[in-house]
């Protein structure tokens, strides 16, 4: 960027066009942190679309539809089975490479382990398929065990996210129904998090799909 050139980007103007987390993140995911980087808009749209719309956004909207749907919101009890395990295996994994990233400020890469991890749970959607068991009466424990688990991977999204997307993280916390001080707590045991009888809230967009740059 360059004064004379007249091509600098003000934070102010991309605040107000996207958000100061999408803004962020888009700059911690794309841009080696202390080193030189290219700045494109399209390439801001496209990465906020990919990531936060379609992986976690569309994510979190279905999860918990479905938990209000079925549901009403009540998360039903844990029953594990080798899938869940697996999307456990793929947070707990993103959660150490992240701190590990983050300790040498490779923040990039932290984002890119988080999102290996939304990746996981977006898969998890398609092969456990509760929109599919919820239509058998006999499968709805099935049903309410996999959205648990999706639902605990949603808060530990949130957690880790934080430092990163400080008010998409308290957005999402407010919907799992859980208090915005349980984004401290790091080291809660998968599984853990939410009480006997704890509801979630209706799903709210999180992010919303932009379509084109502005002129």
Request: aromatic residues 8%; contains cysteine; neutral net charge.
């Amino acid at each position: 960027m360059s004064k004379s050139l007249g091509n600098v980007i003000r934070p102010l103007d991309m605040k107000a066009r996207y958000g100061a987390d999408a803004f962020r993140y888009y700059l911690l995911r794309d841009m080696a942190f202390g080193q030189d980087a290219e700045f494109s808009e399209g390439a801001l749209v496209t990465r906020l679309n990919a990531d936060l719309a379609n992986s976690l956004g569309n994510l979190a909207s279905r999860v918990l539809a479905m938990q209000q749907r079925y549901f009403q919101g009540a998360l039903q009890p844990l029953a594990p089975e080798p899938q869940d395990l697996s999307l456990r295996g793929a947070f707990s994994t993103a959660r150490r490479t992240l701190d590990a990233h983050v300790a040498e400020l490779a923040f990039h890469r932290a984002l890119e382990a988080l999102w290996r991890a939304l990746d996981h749970a977006n898969r998890y959607v398609v092969e456990t398929a509760p929109f599919t068991l919820a239509k058998d009466p006999a499968q709805r424990p099935r049903v309410g065990a996999i959205l648990h688990e999706l639902c605990e991977a949603l808060r530990t999204t949130a957690q880790l996210a934080e430092p990163f997307l400080p008010e998409t993280a308290r957005r999402l916390t407010a919907l799992l129904g859980l208090p915005a001080a349980r984004l401290a707590e790091l080291d809660l045991p998968w599984g853990e998090a939410f009480p006997s009888g704890h509801r979630t809230a209706p799903p709210e967009p999180l992010f919303p799909r932009v379509e084109v740059v502005p002129e």
